[in-house]
């Protein structure tokens, strides 16, 4: 009854059950009373929808945002005790939602999907840090089977648009223009302060860390990323064969940077040593 779409005393058996059930007053008939409630429950959880995605508030403007927040509840009603988990189905409901303005669409579907990967990242756990030793005695050949775990609090995401300075500008409190189409891919992350970064990669570096995310132990990733920039040097160039040699040797001589990075940043949290080959 509370989550109808439109007022109960225009809904003959709404209202009907509003008078079995609801006892009414001397101002307010008993669908006019439980209306209130009704009212209610679409502002409270649209103002919930709206905090967790500001930024996408913003690019639809109040009506818009309005009218996907009514469509949201509509198809995912509130079904936890917690107003946190609310906003659970936004991202794939955004992505096929028909409601927005064509010429908003692709921008209001990277600004859903990257708030969304921001929800779980305020208050989940974290895991201990990465003891030094399990990197300093590691053997050079153990490096080819040893596991590399990514804190589990990471998000790698990738946009078409740079939703996330949009964001950081609301937050800011200024009033951003809407940005032009930008490919970006970040790794957004909840810092040791418990503030939540986010961090733009370059192509291969996110590439890496997709490939350690899989599991894929650290020698054979850094292999299939430089594969990846030698095919993309073979589309790019005729002398094929030298650009993709540069492209893994410039990879090669950039892993190092990116782990010290990413260790400062506490993504790296355990390095899991692999199987010995037999007789190795």
Same mark, same amino acid.
């Given at each position: ?177 809407? /940005? ?6 970040? +790794?957004?992350? #909840? *810092?040791?302060? !418990?503030?939540?970064?986010? %961090? @733009?990669?370059? /192509? ?6 997709? +490939?350690?995310? #899989? *599991?894929?132990? !650290?020698?054979?990733?850094? %292999? @299939? ?56």
């Amino acid at each position: 009854m509370f989550t109808a779409g439109a007022p109960l005393p225009d809904d003959a058996e709404l209202a009907g059950l509003c008078r079995e059930h609801v006892a009414g007053s001397e101002r307010l008939a008993p669908a006019e009373q439980a209306d209130i409630y009704r009212r209610q429950f679409w502002l409270r959880h649209r103002d919930a929808l709206r905090e967790d995605y500001p930024a996408l508030a913003h690019v639809l403007g109040d009506d818009g945002f309005d009218a996907f927040a009514r469509a949201y509840l509509a198809a995912h009603p509130p079904a936890s005790f917690t107003l946190r988990d609310l906003g659970r189905y936004v991202a794939d409901f955004a992505g096929a939602y028909e409601g927005f303005p064509p010429a908003l669409r692709d921008l209001a579907r990277d600004v859903a999907r990257y708030e969304h990967a921001l929800v779980d990242l305020f208050d989940g756990a974290s895991p201990p840090p990465l003891d030094p030793a399990k990197v300093t005695g590691m053997p050079a050949d153990g490096w080819s089977t040893a596991r590399i775990v990514l804190h589990p609090l990471l998000a790698l995401v990738r946009l078409d648009h740079p939703a996330h300075v949009l964001r950081s500008e609301l937050k800011q409190g200024r009033s951003p223009a809407l /940005p032009a189409p930008r490919p970006v891919r970040l +790794a957004v992350f #909840r *810092g040791a302060d !418990l503030t939540i970064r986010f %961090e @733009e990669l370059e /192509p291969p570096a996110f590439a890496l860390l997709e +490939a350690l995310g #899989r *599991g894929v132990p !650290l020698v054979p990733a850094c %292999e @299939e990323v430089a594969a990846g920039a030698r095919g993309a040097g073979a589309e790019a160039s005729s002398e094929a064969t030298g650009a993709g040699e540069g492209a893994g040797a410039a990879l090669a001589e950039r892993v190092g940077a990116w782990f010290q990075r990413w260790t400062s940043w506490g993504l790296i949290v355990d390095v899991v040593p692999g199987a010995r080959a037999e007789g190795g």
